[in-house]
Each structure stands twice: as C-alpha cells, then as structure tokens.
C-alpha cells in the first residue's frame, strides 16, 4: 500500500504545483526584482517561524485527515490520503519551507518543468517519512527520535531553503 500511497501522494502535489504555475502567470507583470526579492526574505521569515522567534499563521486546514478514509477501502484509501497529502491542502503542513517552496513556484513566472519539479520533490519529502518509519523495524523508537530533533529538522530545511532561494535570487538579478 506504501506505493499507491506514495501514487497519491505525487499526484497530489504535481497537481498543486500544475495550479500554483497556472496563477504565476497573474504575477509576471511585477518586476522580476520585487518577485525574486520576495523569496529570500519569505524564506528567512519560515526560517524565524520555524525556530519559534515569530509567530505567523500559516494559510492551512490544521486538521488531520480523518482516519476513516483508510478504513472503508484500503486500496482507493490509501490514494486518496496520499493525494489530500500531497495536496497539502486538506491536512496540517508543520514546516515552513513547503510554503516558501510554493511562494517560489507563484512568483516566479517560469516554465512548468520546475513547477512539476517542486511538486515532485515535495512529494518525495513527504513519502520518505513513512519509508523511513517502516524501514527502522521500530515505529515507536522512530517516532520518539523523531520528535526530539523535529525542530532542529525543520529550522535547518528552512535554513538551507533560505540560503539556495537567496543564491538563486542573486544569479537571476545579475
């Protein structure tokens, strides 16, 4: 099931992606310099967020999907809890950076290739906890390790997200 779920999952967030790239094209007439200064400094704010320093409200349905999904049919379940996943629309997101990743995506006015790349690398994001929760061969000990470097996870994903959005900013704005 962890492939159909993963299935989902892509589908998902490649759709999310393919609409994200479909309303960038409403923010191309904003100068590029204003667009791509934006992300850095939304990227730094993920970063101050994610360590606790600001508290900013994120733009999500923080619940979780409901159990029940997976219980009435396993197969058709398990894709669609993968896909709502990969959506990130119906569900809690707890990091920042999938915004700033989604923020790039708005504003940058590019091709779809590196849209569909996002998407795809946020669904990789998201498949590789339970691959890496079943592969441990202990769930319990997996989610208690995990729960103790959490924050340490998300503030240093949102660090480097900041640091590879600025690189990419200075490159473009030259």
Same mark, same amino acid.
């Given at each position: 099931?962890?492939?159909?779920?993963?299935?989902?999952?892509?589908?998902?967030? @490649? %759709?999310?992606?393919? $609409? +994200?790239?479909?309303?960038? !094209?409403?923010?191309?007439? #904003?100068? *590029? /310099?204003?667009?791509?200064?934006?992300?850095?400094?939304?990227?730094?704010?993920?970063?101050?967020?994610?360590?606790?320093?600001?508290?900013?409200?994120?733009?999500?349905?923080?619940?979780?999907?409901?159990?029940?999904?997976?219980?009435?049919?396993?197969?058709?379940?398990?894709?669609?809890?993968?896909?709502?996943?990969?959506?990130?629309?119906?569900?809690?997101?707890?990091?920042?950076?999938?915004? @700033? %990743?989604?923020?790039? $995506? +708005?504003?940058?006015?590019? !091709?779809?290739?590196?849209? #569909?790349? *996002? /998407?795809?690398?946020?669904?990789?994001?998201?498949?590789?906890?339970?691959?890496?929760?079943?592969?441990?061969?202990?769930?319990?000990?997996?989610?208690?390790?995990?729960?103790?470097?959490?924050?340490?996870?998300?503030?240093?994903?949102?660090?480097?997200?900041?640091?590879?959005?600025?690189?990419?900013?200075?490159?473009?704005?030259?």
């Amino acid at each position: 099931m962890l492939a159909v779920f993963t299935t989902g999952l892509l589908t998902g967030a @490649v %759709l999310s992606a393919t $609409v +994200l790239w479909l309303f960038s !094209g409403l923010f191309t007439p #904003l100068p *590029a /310099g204003w667009r791509y200064g934006l992300l850095p400094a939304a990227a730094l704010l993920a970063v101050a967020r994610d360590a606790g320093l600001l508290r900013i409200r994120l733009p999500q349905n923080a619940r979780q999907i409901p159990q029940d999904v997976l219980q009435r049919h396993l197969f058709r379940g398990s894709w669609q809890f993968g896909f709502e996943l990969g959506t990130g629309v119906r569900t809690y997101v707890s990091a920042s950076l999938p915004y @700033v %990743l989604a923020l790039a $995506v +708005l504003l940058s006015g590019g !091709g779809i290739w590196p849209a #569909l790349l *996002a /998407g795809t690398g946020f669904a990789a994001g998201r498949a590789l906890t339970p691959v890496l929760r079943l592969a441990s061969g202990d769930a319990a000990d997996w989610d208690a390790r995990l729960a103790g470097r959490l924050t340490a996870l998300t503030v240093g994903a949102a660090a480097a997200g900041a640091l590879i959005l600025a690189a990419v900013a200075g490159q473009i704005l030259r």
